[in-house]
């Protein structure tokens, strides 16, 4: 019987951990633009592929409004004109901080995705971009094999040649493993050769019990056929296949929920500018090697949990008897149970945001004694002192400190273009837009108007001088627009609120 690995609790497990960025995100957008079928399609393969691009974008649309994002789902008519696409993905890029276009798209637009910037292609379309070189797909499947793999290990792409499957065999060369590169044509029989078996064709049924062996340690079915009605979509692997392998990323419920994962780690990652934990999958007996975890999710912790969650005085005295009845003999109450897993879901988030505090003084080159106080708010919170609001001001104001400090050391506070060469110098030590404001809040100016006019004006005014003196880098880095053309009628797009 092969084991499923389901995305599910990992994208759950990733969203609580990166909820406390939800801020950041609060009202900002992203689009994600997907096109009707040509009219007069029938084959139901390719409508298919439509209907597959709805399911895909509903997802990204829940995972993205989780973040607090607003998210504009643009559905297109199939027939839109090049120049009127090229008008809207401007429009869109301008608007918002991610664009995505779902496949299928009508292939002549593919030289306009360049319009998207390199930083908002989070979902790796441009085959340029330096930032996302592959598919977010592609990384998510490699992320899935790579703790799977051992010495000597070959592994089976199949679809190599397509845009996932590209990816795929790209980030595995990068890694040092063996991929067996298969697409149309080839002997897919080969697959018996290889211990993993990836394929991500979007051919229904296309790999079955003659090219599954109980040899395969992992099998990822990257494919997603939708059949219509309450049928459940099928895969590549025909599901007569399903019990064969040792493990299996079943469809649905598989490749899926660890991409919706994957992107908002890149959408928090470029928009912030932070570093985070990024998801790991553990196979089942890799989990149970791994012995010395930071922090184990163990009952005669719970009060440590509460007491650092500020629970009142009753609740933990609550968990105190709850556990002392428990260690006596007594079933631990399911009541209980939910709460000690809410509670260390929560805890772990507080040790998220310590190791981001930790990650941002480290970026700014912050003074020994921030890290050791960092350190200090790390281990009081280990042993069940709370993050107060106190605690989480001081970090914020410490961090804005450090930017102000890094931003500011060899300049003069009398000159009259201060504060713009303190942007500039942030702007080119990749401070982002927070981390900018943060030090320009420290500033003598800022701090100045804070105390006449108040933080809202104080605040305003850093906006506006943030605005006014960034370079334009993301200017200089855009291509020209292929096709473009000279006309002084270039708004006459689709007439769509973004």
């Known amino acids: 019987m092969a084991t499923e690995v389901r995305g599910g609790l990992n994208l759950r497990e990733t969203k609580a951990r990166l909820s406390n960025f939800s801020e950041d995100f609060t009202n900002q957008q992203v689009s994600i633009i997907r096109f009707s079928p040509p009219k007069g399609e029938v084959d139901p393969d390719e409508l298919a592929k439509y209907e597959a691009a709805r399911y895909s974008t509903e997802h990204k649309v829940k995972t993205f409004s989780d973040l607090g994002c607003v998210v504009r789902d643009l559905y297109l008519d199939n027939s839109i ?8 993905l401007e429009k869109a890029n301008e608007q918002s901080i991610a664009v995505i276009v779902q496949n299928p798209y009508p292939g002549v637009f593919k030289e306009y995705l360049s319009a998207i910037s390199y930083e908002k292609d989070i979902d790796g379309l441009r085959e340029d971009n330096p930032l996302f070189p592959v598919s977010a797909t592609s990384e998510t499947i490699f992320r899935i094999v790579e703790p799977f793999v051992q010495e000597n290990d070959v592994v089976a792409v199949v679809g190599a040649k397509g845009f996932v499957g590209r990816g795929v065999t790209q980030l595995l060369e990068e890694a040092g493993i063996k991929p067996l590169a298969l697409d149309a044509g080839d002997d897919l029989t080969r697959v018996r050769q290889a211990n993993i078996v990836v394929s991500a064709t979007g051919k229904s049924n296309l790999l079955d019990e003659q090219h599954i062996v109980p040899e395969h340690r992992l099998i990822v079915d990257a494919g997603f056929i939708p059949q219509g009605g309450s049928k459940k979509p099928l895969g590549d692997v025909n599901r007569s296949a399903y019990d064969i392998p040792q493990n299996i990323t ?12 994957t992107l908002m780690e890149r959408l928090i990652i470029q928009v912030t500018g932070q570093q985070i934990e990024k998801w790991q999958y553990r196979p089942p007996l890799v989990e149970q090697q791994q012995t010395e975890l930071q922090v184990k999710p163990r009952l005669e912790n719970w009060p440590k949990y509460a007491s650092a969650l500020e629970r009142s005085e009753v609740r933990s005295q609550w968990i105190k008897d709850v556990l002392e009845t428990h260690q006596s003999g007594s079933v631990l109450p399911s009541q209980a149970r939910r709460l000690f897993q809410k509670d260390f879901a929560k805890f772990l988030r507080g040790l998220a945001s310590i190791k981001t505090w930790r990650s941002n003084a480290q970026q700014l080159k912050s003074p020994i004694d921030i890290l050791q106080t960092i350190e200090k708010v790390e281990q009081g919170y280990l042993n069940g002192q709370p993050l107060t609001k106190e605690v989480k001001t001081t970090m914020k104001e410490m961090a804005n400190q450090a930017a102000y ?14 504060l713009k060469q303190v942007v500039v110098n942030a702007a080119k030590a990749g401070l982002n837009k927070q981390q900018i404001l943060g030090a320009l809040s420290m500033s003598p100016q800022i701090q100045s108007i804070r105390a006449k006019r108040g933080e809202q004006e104080s605040m305003d005014e850093a906006i506006k001088i943030m605005r006014a003196s960034l370079p334009r880098i993301k200017q200089q880095q855009r291509k020209p627009n292929p096709r473009q053309q000279n006309t002084q009628d270039v708004d006459n797009g689709p007439k769509m609120d973004l």
């Open 405 to 418: 400090h890094r931003c500011s050391v060899e300049l003069n506070p009398e000159d009259p273009s201060f």
């Open 81 to 88: 004109s090049e120049l009127e696409f090229l008008s809207l």
């Open 250 to 261: 079943p469809v649905p419920g598989g490749v899926g929920p660890f991409q919706m994962a």
